[in-house]
Nanobody, 113 residues
Framework: QAQLMESGGGLVQPGGSLRLTCVAS????????MAWYRQTPGNQREWITI??????YYADAVKGRFTGSRDDAKNTIYLQMNSLKVEDTGVYYC????????WGQGTQVTVSS
């Protein structure tokens, strides 16, 4: 029952935009911390956006281009990705809790011309 489900990944050209959605169910939604991670080719999984009840934090690599948000009424978080670069290509994961406690299955984002 408790799960996170990402959607919205796909193929986009450099400079384009995508919006990722993560829907939490079965107590998987965290009031304190939701986050987006990604794993790009040849690299370890890294956090890119952490969304708390008070603040939103961004990794330097995405700051100014990506925007994380949450809709508590819908148990949903979003990641608006603008000005996408080829190096943004990878699998994007939704996560819940500080540990994190729950992970989504990931959604592929491919930036290519």
């Amino acid at each position: 029952q408790a799960q996170l489900m990402e959607s919205g990944g796909g193929l986009v050209q450099p400079g384009g935009s995508l919006r990722l959605t993560c829907v939490a169910s079965g107590s998987a939604f965290s009031d304190s911390a939701m986050a987006w991670y990604r794993q790009t080719p040849g690299n370890q999984r890294e956090w890119i956006t952490i969304i708390t009840d008070r603040s939103t934090y961004y990794a330097d690599a995405v700051k100014g281009r990506f925007t994380g948000s949450r809709d508590d009424a819908k148990n949903t978080i979003y990641l608006q990705m603008n000005s996408l670069k080829v190096e943004d290509t990878g699998v994007y994961y939704c996560a819940s809790g500080a540990a994190p406690d729950y992970w989504g299955q990931g959604t592929q984002v491919t930036v290519s011309s």
